[in-house]
């Protein structure tokens, strides 16, 4: 047997057991090796009666107080005692276990381990595991015990057996880090390290073996990046941008200075646009830190010089935004350029006529979706695309885009406050600026987290709002059900607070099911005060800008995550008037409490992912999990940051050395390399 074996050749594993591990993705021997567990039980001290609480999973120590009891019927046979200890007494039950009333009667110490319910009666611990004498706790105390992810019908007792026997086949020659990196980091030997990661005597040990393979995790992940983006060497830059003086007058006719960090980033764009290679960027601000006015400033350089920039938004309602945004822009400081909008939704007429101006070059600047690196785009003279709002703009659209002419100048916008180690790795091609600095006009945004008792002055407070010529947003109350259920609610909730609003005041309403022509009919009303209420499902959340809004009223708040909230959050605080942020929640629970509590004290988007990390661990903070490149199975970037920093400092120097991996040292973990990169299918997602 060894590793490619499958693992029907174990003990103890037939066809249908094998079915059950397969639907886990595990087939082979190997497979079951690098299954590590989920977590691990760890057998603590005993605690006293008097301390145990309701949804607790605790040991208890102590002696059978009374007699046991039997009852219920011959189906369901339930065995109860009471165990005492010092501190008090706990009731315990067991189903289907009437013989205990015969073993556990002998007298003498014994330690239960279970859940702790609370019943009609108090607390009770439900079928706990039953150590007897207690002395048989005392030899597990402390250890830990792995717990595997299962699928139904798999118990984890199986997944130990089979790992236990798996573990047998595990050989040196499996690592594949290779030996050099496996010294300069001090990390456990392999064959120790696979069994401690399943078996660990303590802490300690599991730690020390963990950081190994998330190591090990992370070069392959930082290498592959590398494998796939490095194949594209930064072209020349061939086209003439030169300084214009519209932009010089453009920036002195605004209504407001730029910030200090807006205007570095200016300039590191421009300098990048003047220089011998084309653009590579990433600008990352927080919400509501300006990054359109300089992703403009950019467009513009490109369009006064007679070429083309395409901006390109995640949703048709922010393109729609900004196309008007930026053709207001135009018209009011009189800058000669012509902007054109192409979205996914608009009629086939609308779309083929957008295509001409965009060939002939009639429109200097395209604003779009999607629908702007289709194959139907061909554009005269295309020098910059920018993406706002987009997690990375990837090799794929990179290609379409090549293929369309010369490769433009790239600038990504990101509101994503990703630590900087993971940002170089994840835009490993890009260079990174930073808008670090809110405009100055701002007055930060107040928060108050509430009950849904407070509801009634909240909506007081809106109208009052309102009154003084101000709008509001309300995020509706989720429904996990359907997307239908959601659009209902949010008509229904409108309707709701219509009438409670009276006549005065209009209240709109904005949800996923809506036709896009709708929701942009209702963005252009919100966004010229026709509508002074809009209440909307997260559709909101990314990028849209209307600075008269200074109230956002979040319904339910604790079904979403931080990064959300606070995105959503982002929505208010935009211009000049003071605005608010209202958390409405109906949970009482102490985490949510906490939780909330990070946004009622903080408007920083880089300390609240800090905060959130401190509070949940590992997890999927700020969506980037979602991202779908980033599902690592041990590592985690942000508790994990100092071995990524490691592992990315290796990938680096490997590959300085030795581009292609061809040292014999390296054999395993290209091949290991390749198998990432396909069942990934990074390719694709990147
Ligand atoms: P984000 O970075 O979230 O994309 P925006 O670019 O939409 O933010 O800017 C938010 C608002 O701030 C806009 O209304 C914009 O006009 C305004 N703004 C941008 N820069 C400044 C500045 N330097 N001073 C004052 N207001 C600004
Ligand atoms: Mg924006």
Not at 21 to 30: C, N, S, Y
Not at 473 to 478: A, K, S
Not at 498 to 514: K, P
Request: aromatic share 8%; glycine share 8%; charged share 25%.
């Amino acid at each position: 047997m060894n590793e490619n074996s499958r693992i029907i050749e174990l003990k103890g594993i037939g066809e249908k057991t094998a079915e059950l591990f397969a639907r886990a993705g595990v087939r082979t021997v190997g497979d079951l090796i690098r299954y590590y567990p989920r977590s691990y039980e760890i057998f603590e001290d005993p605690v006293p009666i008097a301390e145990v609480c309701e949804g607790w999973v605790c040991t208890v120590s102590g002696a059978v107080f009374g007699r046991i009891q039997v009852s219920g019927n011959r189906n369901m046979q339930v065995t109860t005692l009471y165990l005492k200890d010092l501190t008090g007494t706990l009731k315990v039950i067991w189903f289907r276990m009437p013989f205990l009333r015969t073993t556990l009667g002998k007298g003498g110490a014994l330690t239960l381990r279970g859940r702790v319910m609370r019943k009609r009666d108090g607390l009770v611990m439900e079928h706990p595991e039953i150590y007897y004498p207690s002395s048989k706790y005392e030899e597990k105390k402390d250890s830990m015990q792995p717990v595997y992810t299962l699928t139904a019908g798999l118990t984890n007792n199986a997944v130990v057996k089979a790992v236990r026997q798996a573990l047998e086949c595990v050989n040196a020659r499996q690592d594949i880090l290779p030996e050099s990196l496996a010294a300069k980091y001090d990390f456990m030997p392999y064959e120790a390290a696979v069994k401690k990661m399943h078996f660990p005597e303590n802490k300690g040990e599991f730690l020390e073996a963990r950081k190994r393979f998330v190591f090990e995790e992370f070069l392959i992940f930082t290498l592959s990046l590398r494998r796939l983006k490095d194949r594209e060497d930064r072209a020349g830059n061939t086209f003439e941008l030169r300084d214009c003086p519209e932009i010089d007058r453009f920036l002195e006719e605004l209504p407001y200075s730029l910030t200090g960090a807006q205007r570095k980033v200016w300039n590191e764009i421009r300098s990048d646009m003047q220089g011998d290679f084309i653009m590579s960027r990433l600008v990352q601000g927080d919400v509501g830190s300006g990054k359109t006015v300089v992703a403009f400033l950019a467009l513009l350089l490109a369009g006064l010089n007679r070429y083309q920039g395409a901006l390109m938004a995640p949703t048709e309602v922010l393109a729609r935004q900004h196309y008007e945004n930026i053709s207001a822009m135009l018209e009011e400081h009189h800058i000669p350029l012509q902007a054109e909008l192409l979205t996914g939704s608009m009629t086939a007429k609308q779309k083929r006529e957008a295509y001409e101006r965009i060939e002939s070059g009639e429109a200097s600047i395209v604003i779009g979706t999607h629908a702007l690196i289709q194959e139907k785009v061909s554009y005269r003279d295309l020098a910059l695309v920018v993406t706002d709002e987009q997690h990375r703009f990837g090799v794929k659209q990179r290609e379409a885009l090549a293929g369309k002419g010369k490769m433009p100048h790239i600038l990504v916008m990101s509101a994503t406050p990703i630590p900087r180690t993971l940002a170089i790795i994840l835009y490993g091609d890009l260079d990174i600026s930073v808008i670090d600095e809110m405009p100055k006009n701002r007055l930060p945004i107040k928060n108050c987290v509430v009950d849904t008792g407070y509801r009634k002055t909240a909506y007081n407070f809106m109208k009052k709002q309102v009154e003084d010529g101000r709008q509001c947003y309300v995020i509706c109350p989720m429904v996990e059900e359907s997307e239908a259920l959601e659009a209902e609610n949010v008509l229904d909730y409108s309707e709701m607070l219509s009438e409670i609003m009276g006549d005065s005041v209009r209240v709109g309403c904005l949800h996923g099911r809506m036709k896009q022509q709708e929701k942009d009919e209702i963005m252009e009303s919100f966004g010229k005060n026709e509508i002074q209420i809009l209440v909307s499902t997260t559709v909101v959340e990314v990028g849209i800008d209307v600075p008269n809004a200074t109230v956002i009223m979040i319904e339910n708040a604790e079904r979403f995550g931080l990064a959300q909230l606070h995105q959503l959050r982002g929505r208010v605080g935009r211009g000049k008037y003071q605005s608010y942020c209202i958390f409405m929640t109906g949970s009482k629970s102490d985490e949510t409490k906490e939780r909330l509590d990070i946004l009622n004290h903080s408007n920083d988007g880089f300390f609240i992912a800090g905060e959130d990390l401190r509070l949940r661990g590992p997890g999927d903070l700020f969506g980037i999990r979602q991202s779908g490149i980033m599902n690592f199975k041990l590592g985690d970037v942000f508790q994990d940051s100092v071995i990524l920093k490691q592992a990315a400092e290796a990938a680096g120097e490997m590959l300085g050395k030795d581009p292609e991996l061809r040292n014999p040292e390296y054999t395993r973990l290209s091949s290991a390399l390749e198998r990432y990169i396909t069942d990934q299918n990074l390719e694709a997602t990147l």
